[in-house]
């Protein structure tokens, strides 16, 4: 049974970001995840895993959780889903005005349902640039992005993505952009083509894909300066930041900033279904009024009820458990775990916002995958993650136990000692 179900995977699936070969060849058994429970995942054969990423950075608390649970099983006893487009339903409504009141005064006041993290961020760039073509600056149509930024997968949010290899076909296609490494770069933009810039697109406080790499402290609070002085939207990307992963609701929180779009995904709806907003502002959503301004854009699956309904109970957990209120305590006690990281040979860099971790090891070549390697000797300790090149991701559940957190970093530990030392200190 098992063993079909195996031939079958490696005969017919094809996974995203996976090199095939190696994965159908025939000394890999494929892990199937079976079940899960808090940070607990199951596999095939009963064996159990720390979620240490996550599940690819959804997760917020835990697997399986009763709450979320029991708000979806709620909603498919009425209905799973209808169209948003000429109708509404109560799940969308009463979950936007949760998010709009997460600002005091409600500066975001407007909610755009779309499916996952890369739609949020192509409704939040259209809606710009329409914005600018229909209000008296059709000039404005470049996105201005940073280096090593990474915005999701369609063609358009890849465009504005600063990761090469993650472009597959090449760089030439998308929005108009403008590529810079760092703030200091903004000073030194000609007025001529600030003139042009319809938005600037950030990870705010940290860029995942990058390689879980903080922005210096206070940079997102100049960057929105930056911007009001020259009336360019901010468009924040937290579809991994938000929903409490670096210590606040919302990573803008952390430097008092409101941008003109905040793009929302992954931990929307604690990690249990596809589900995105774009918040804005009621200045953008009034340049959309009156004949043939209609914004053009929506999804077959835009505002699932049964989303919406998971979303609600993952903030009606956030209450219950003040989860936000425990996560101190965690945050120190992944940043004594992961001072002991740093001091093994093998070790380069350790870098932390919040309950989000990197690891660099090495320096190895790069075609020894030290990385991939180093995650799949975790996973015989225990743990799940995947790594960024040779950066290991730890990013737990925010329910994840002071206990659980030193079991994942010692499986981590005991993965990184496998490798060998870095030419450097060999
Ligand atoms: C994952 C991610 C995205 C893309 O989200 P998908 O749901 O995978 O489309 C966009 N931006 C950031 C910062 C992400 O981490």
């Known amino acids: ?18 090199p095939m070969r190696e994965w159908c060849a025939p000394g890999h058994e494929p892990l199937l995840l079976v079940s899960g429970r808090g940070c607990v995942l199951t596999d095939q054969h009963g064996r159990t895993y720390l979620d240490g990423n996550s599940s690819i950075w959804t997760n917020i608390h835990g697997h399986g959780h009763p709450t979320i649970t029991a708000a979806i099983q709620a909603q498919l006893g ?11 339903h109560e799940p969308a409504i009463r979950l936007a005005e949760r998010l709009v009141d997460f600002f005091p005064g409600r500066p975001l006041s407007r909610v755009f349902y779309s499916d996952d993290g890369s739609t949020a961020i192509e409704c939040a760039v259209r809606m710009a640039l329409q914005f600018w073509k229909q209000n008296g600056a059709p000039e404005r149509t470049t996105l201005l992005c940073f280096d090593r930024a990474y ?4 063609l358009g949010a890849a465009s504005l993505g600063g990761i090469p290899l993650f ?16 703030l200091e770069a903004l000073q030194h933009l000609p007025d001529e083509q600030v003139g042009r810039l319809a938005a600037v697109v950030i990870e705010p406080l940290i860029q995942g894909s990058a390689g879980m790499r903080p922005w210096p402290a206070g940079m997102l609070s100049r960057l929105q300066r930056w911007c009001r002085e020259r009336d360019v939207f901010l468009i924040l990307d937290e579809v991994m930041t938000g929903f409490g992963r670096t210590g606040s609701m919302f990573a803008c929180q952390r430097e008092g900033v409101v941008p003109d779009f905040l793009c929302l995904a992954k931990g929307l709806t604690g990690g249990y279904l596809p589900l995105a907003a774009t918040l804005t502002t009621e200045r953008v959503f009034e340049g959309f009024d009156g004949a043939g301004r209609a914004f053009y854009y929506g999804h077959s699956y835009t505002a699932s009820q049964l989303g919406c309904a998971a979303a609600l109970g993952s903030l009606r957990v956030f209450e219950e458990e003040q989860t936000l209120a425990h996560l101190p305590e965690k945050i120190e006690k992944m940043s004594q775990r992961l001072a002991r990281l ?11 916002c919040g309950l989000i971790a990197g690891i660099e090891i090495g320096p190895y070549p790069l075609e020894d995958l030290r990385g991939a390697k180093t995650c799949l000797a975790a996973r015989r300790y225990g743990l799940l993650t995947r790594p960024i090149a040779d950066t290991l991701v730890l990013m737990p559940p925010l329910s994840v136990t002071l206990e659980e957190l030193t079991r994942m970093t010692e499986a981590l530990s005991l993965a990184i000692q496998e490798c060998p030392l870095p030419e450097e200190k060999a």
Not at 1 to 18: G, I, Q, S
Not at 151 to 154: A, F, R, V
Not at 167 to 182: H, Q, W
């Open 1 to 18: 049974m098992l063993e079909d179900l195996l031939l079958t995977e490696k005969r017919h699936l094809w996974h995203p970001f996976t």
């Open 78 to 88: 009425k209905v799973a889903h209808t169209s948003f487009l000429g109708f509404s």
């Open 151 to 154: 915005h999701g997968d369609t």
């Open 167 to 182: 472009k597959g076909s090449g760089n030439d296609f998308g929005y108009a952009t403008l590529r810079i490494p760092d």
């Open 342 to 352: 740093a001091e093994l040979p093998q070790v380069r860099e350790v870098r932390q």
